[in-house]
């Protein structure tokens, strides 16, 4: 099973709302992974986390706030996001941190801020 | 720091024809180079990666890719497509010390009867 899975598919709010996205994944991998993926480009790296903690931060303004309570589910928190913050949003595992491990994806949420 | 190019952002081809997707990468240190696919509306998927050794790397759903260090250049290709392969492609590196997947802008491969 590789498996990632990301709720809800579509997500729709506005600049006020707090909203959260799930990923999880029962393949044992101890690291994971957000991504953001604006239309016709690709996907950007936005944090990673290792065993539970936050290994890489790409400078993501704190309106977003990732959290990983375990290690099988990471979620991003969403509170006063911005029009432009509309992407497809993308979860993505590993085994662990290192460069030769594939990074195995789910399908997205896509988000729009209105 | 590590960038890739790829260098077609639409390739368009008809059904059971070959296809190269061209991907060039500048790095001045060792890198791992990987190849995924995504296709409309879904998360991304990898066809193959090389980490050494044989320069030719096998993937899934026939494709293939081959590494040139001199060329700096790890070039996808598919001996006959399928309407199914329709798909953005992208090519991406890592620095083999540890860091961030880097990807290519992407090329849309389109197949057409």
């Known amino acids: 099973d590789t498996e990632v899975t990301q709720t809800p598919k579509h997500l729709v709010m506005g600049m006020t709302n707090k909203k959260s996205l799930k990923c999880e994944q029962h393949m044992g991998h101890r690291a994971m992974y957000w991504y953001k993926q604006k239309a016709k480009k690709p996907p950007e790296l936005m944090f990673v986390y290792s065993y539970e903690k936050l290994s890489i931060n790409e400078s993501v303004p704190s309106r977003f706030s990732p959290e990983c309570p375990n290690s099988s589910l990471l979620n991003l928190h969403l509170h006063a996001l911005q029009p432009e913050d509309s992407a497809l949003y993308l979860c993505a595992s590993s085994q662990v941190l290192v460069s030769t491990d594939t990074q195995y994806f789910g399908p997205g949420t896509r988000l729009t801020v209105l | 720091a590590q960038s890739v190019t790829q260098l077609d952002s639409q390739v368009p081809v008809f059904e059971e024809a070959p296809v190269e997707l061209r991907c060039n990468y500048s790095?001045?240190?060792?890198?791992?180079l990987f190849w995924y696919v995504q296709y409309p509306n879904q998360g991304l998927q990898l066809l193959l990666k090389?980490?050494?050794?044989?320069?030719l790397v096998k993937g899934i759903n026939g494709f293939e890719a081959e590494f040139n260090k001199s060329q700096t250049s790890f070039h996808l290709r598919k001996p006959s497509v399928h309407i199914s392969d329709t798909a953005e492609y992208f090519c991406a590196v890592i620095r083999n010390q540890g860091g961030k997947l880097i990807f290519g802008q992407g090329t849309e491969l389109s197949v057409k009867p």
């Open positions: 090389y980490l050494s050794g044989s320069t």
């Open positions: 790095s001045s240190v060792s890198v791992y």
